[in-house]
């Protein structure tokens, strides 16, 4: 896809962070925009930052745990502009805890957001993507969908779900020749506010021995890429067609290691995690 003019792209998650940029820049360049979040307050924030940008746009309340209610989207979002070319699935929240002290609860609720609202998503949005001709799924997985870290299994899980989906999906699709690719991205340290609306369990404050306050501020520090930035490697890398995009310098860099210390890189974790806790 290498001009997004007169194209129809939908986004989840946009109001806020990468969602809502991934609207602007998107809309910069020609693309119409159907745009969702369970957040309505932030929703109409950033319809109202799109007005005067000379594309259609349309938004929607959506919870993309909700299969009925992402499918019934999906047809909203061709009924009101003609087609769709492209869908983001970027939604997502985040989930402080070790998985010993997890509930089964936990990660239900992750994995109905995380993961299940990524498979809702593209499953719903792929036969009108098919149907444009030009279509494109977009879904985010994480650099934790390339790495595990202590406290963050329940994320980890759903995130590296996200990546094993989004390869075989992509393989598939060209198998069959449809006219439909995938990407998927793996963002790093993002500014975003992910980490303030996180989940914290008690078992995590414990095992890090922070209070949720001060861990959460410490998880904030290794955000290094703006939203925006974030954003513009995403589109360039669906112009590129790329089977998946590592965003910020620290995803390269900690995707490297992986690749370089397949097992070892477990002990740099946790050497790094003890020192970022006062146990």
Same mark, same amino acid.
């Given at each position: ?25 998107? =809309?910069?360049?020609?693309? @119409? ?6 957040? /309505? ?6 319809? /109202?930052? !799109? ?18 209610? #992402?499918? =019934? ?5 061709? =009924? +009101?502009?003609?087609?769709?070319? %492209? ?27 995380? *993961? ?7 499953? =719903?949005?792929?036969? @009108? !993507? ?5 279509? @494109? ?8 969908? %390339?790495?595990?870290? $202590? ?20 393989? /598939?699709?060209?198998?069959?020749? +449809?006219? #439909? ?22 078992? %995590? ?13 410490? *998880? /904030?520090? !290794? ?15 669906? +112009? ?8 910020? $310098? ?10 370089? *210390? $397949? ?17």
């Amino acid at each position: 896809m290498k001009s997004f003019k007169d194209k129809v792209a939908a986004i989840t998650g946009a109001g806020s962070g990468m969602g809502r940029e991934l609207a602007i820049e998107l =809309a910069g360049r020609g693309c @119409h925009v159907a745009i969702s979040d369970v957040n /309505e307050a932030g929703l109409a924030q950033t319809v /109202e930052l !799109l007005q005067g940008c000379g594309v259609r746009v349309t938004s929607q309340k959506l919870d993309v745990a909700d299969r009925d209610a #992402v499918y =019934a989207w999906a047809d909203t979002v061709v =009924a +009101e502009h003609g087609k769709v070319n %492209l869908i983001f699935n970027n939604a997502g929240v985040a989930l402080g805890t070790t998985l010993d002290g997890a509930d089964y609860g936990d990660f239900e609720w992750i994995m109905n957001i995380n *993961f299940w609202g990524v498979v809702y998503g593209s499953k =719903a949005f792929l036969p @009108h !993507l098919r149907a444009s001709g030009e279509g @494109h799924i977009i879904n985010t997985s994480s650099v934790f969908g %390339l790495f595990a870290v $202590p406290g963050n299994g329940c994320y980890n899980a759903s995130k590296f779900a996200v990546r094993g989906f989004n390869e075989c999906l992509r393989q /598939e699709l060209e198998m069959k020749g +449809e006219p #439909v690719s995938v990407t998927s991205v793996h963002p790093g340290g993002i500014k975003t506010g992910i980490a303030r609306s996180a989940r914290m369990t008690d078992d %995590l404050n414990k095992f890090l021995g922070k209070d949720e306050q001060s861990a959460k501020r410490d *998880f /904030e520090k !290794l955000f290094i890429t703006t939203a925006n930035r974030a954003a513009r490697v995403i589109i360039k890398a669906v +112009e590129g067609n790329k089977r998946r995009v590592l965003v910020g $310098p620290d995803a390269k860099l900690l995707d490297l290691i992986v690749r370089l *210390f $397949p097992s070892g890189y477990q002990r740099l974790v946790m050497m790094f995690t003890r020192r970022q806790s006062v146990i």
